[in-house]
């Protein structure tokens, strides 16, 4: 009777269950109140002035010293990307990184670009702002027509709108796809075409799934509106390609959860900079180890590294991130052809 009891339990859970889990859906964000979002895993305690008052002392230096340690930079002129773009369906898969967080992504047939930032300083005050160490690997006019832009959250490192506003002029047929309470401040600018998101919202694109997913952060772009707007992170899932865009993140139990809805992932954009004083950053961000740690959970065969060595945004050594990735990527046991650190500009395939 107890092997009978157990078939039939498995018998249930094969063909009561999807097969591959995407019938599951993420819950979208709680709100408190006062309207403001929360996190899947509660919200971070805030450290006190003895740590925030230093470490922004150490920003406003920043803008005028210079640091080691860059990403290298290799030159793109987009040929490449724009005929693979002509190419349709047909396309090679790449991805070509810009810098931080921002990437130019082909799959399925579609192009599009991961929280494009081609400012020189990440700020509302353009010259006192975190300053770019590295020019953007690709200049807007050279990239090919973009399909859709994702964008995880308002922080101005991630939502750019003067980059948003070249690229919706560039194009018109362009779609912007933000988490909600952000399209008012896109149209405010002058960027149409745009669509929120809730978390496990989604939309199509042929066959190819655009899916808004959490992340364990915040969002704020002025004094008062700290958590207004959501955050989160994003999947495209086509039927060749699955790719997975971290955004910005802490650790959170969120990434099990991506993992077991909608992956795996053939590659991952995991955040791997921002992370001291850890006081400050740890709640919110990913170190290097915790990033690798992360993709495992969402189930990448292949990471990327991103949201580091661009601007001078915490107190890690550029050069640290790229090194501390590829030792958790190894002891992880990923194969060192798995754990990508790319150049500034450069494309590769996947």
């Known amino acids: 009777m107890?092997?009978?009891?157990?078939?039939?339990?498995?018998?249930?859970?094969?063909?009561?269950?999807?097969?591959?889990?995407?019938?599951?859906?993420?819950?979208?964000?709680?709100?408190?109140?006062?309207?403001?979002?929360?996190?899947?895993?509660?919200?971070?305690?805030?450290?006190?002035?003895?740590?925030?008052?230093?470490?922004?002392?150490?920003?406003?230096?920043?803008?005028?010293?210079?640091?080691?340690?860059?990403?290298?930079?290799?030159?793109?002129?987009?040929?490449?990307?724009?005929?693979?773009?002509?190419?349709?369906?047909?396309?090679?898969?790449?991805?070509?990184?810009i810098g931080h967080a921002t990437f130019l992504v082909q799959m399925e047939g579609l192009t599009f670009l991961t929280d494009p930032t081609w400012s020189r300083t990440a700020s509302p005050v353009r010259f006192l702002g975190p300053r770019?160490?590295?020019?953007?690997?690709?200049?807007?006019?050279?990239?090919?027509?973009?399909?859709?832009?994702?964008?995880?959250h308002n922080h101005y490192d991630h939502l750019d709108l003067k980059s948003l506003q070249s690229l919706s002029k560039r194009n018109a047929a362009t779609r912007f796809y933000v988490p909600i309470g952000d399209a008012e401040r896109l149209a405010d600018a002058g960027v149409s075409n745009v669509k929120e998101f809730n978390w496990g919202d989604e939309v199509l694109?042929?066959?190819?799934?655009?899916?808004?997913?959490?992340?364990?952060?915040?969002?704020?772009?002025?004094?008062?509106?700290?958590?207004?707007?959501?955050?989160?992170?994003?999947?495209?899932?086509?039927?060749?390609?699955?790719?997975?865009?971290?955004?910005?993140?802490?650790?959170?139990?969120g990434f099990a959860e991506i993992g077991q809805i909608h992956g795996p992932f053939d590659l991952a954009a995991v955040p791997i900079g921002a992370y001291e004083p850890a006081a400050m950053m740890r709640p919110v961000h990913l170190d290097p180890e915790e990033a690798v740690a992360a993709g495992q959970?969402?189930?990448?065969?292949?990471?990327?590294?991103?949201?580091?060595?661009?601007?001078?945004?915490?107190?890690?050594?550029?050069?640290?991130?790229?090194?501390?990735?590829?030792a958790a990527g190894a002891a992880a046991g990923y194969s060192p052809e798995d754990i990508w650190i790319l150049d500034v500009g450069e494309t590769r395939d996947f």
Do not use: C
């Open 297 to 326: 959970e969402v189930g990448a065969s292949r990471l990327v590294g991103m949201h580091y060595g661009t601007f001078d945004l915490t107190d890690e050594p550029l050069a640290e991130p790229p090194q501390r990735f590829r």
């Open 132 to 152: 770019r160490y590295v020019a953007p690997g690709l200049r807007i006019e050279d990239l090919p027509e973009i399909d859709f832009v994702v964008i995880s």
């Open 2 to 97: 107890r092997i009978l009891t157990a078939a039939l339990l498995v018998l249930f859970a094969t063909f009561a269950a999807p097969a591959d889990g995407e019938s599951a859906r993420i819950q979208p964000a709680r709100q408190e109140a006062n309207g403001r979002y929360l996190n899947l895993d509660g919200e971070r305690t805030p450290p006190g002035l003895d740590v925030t008052v230093p470490f922004f002392l150490r920003r406003i230096g920043g803008a005028f010293v210079s640091r080691d340690g860059a990403p290298k930079v290799v030159e793109n002129n987009g040929a490449w990307l724009r005929e693979n773009s002509a190419k349709g369906v047909t396309a090679q898969p790449s991805v070509t990184w």
């Open 205 to 253: 694109h042929g066959a190819t799934r655009v899916v808004f997913l959490p992340a364990q952060h915040w969002s704020q772009r002025g004094i008062a509106d700290a958590r207004r707007a959501l955050w989160g992170s994003w999947a495209v899932l086509g039927e060749g390609r699955r790719f997975y865009f971290a955004g910005d993140s802490g650790v959170f139990s």
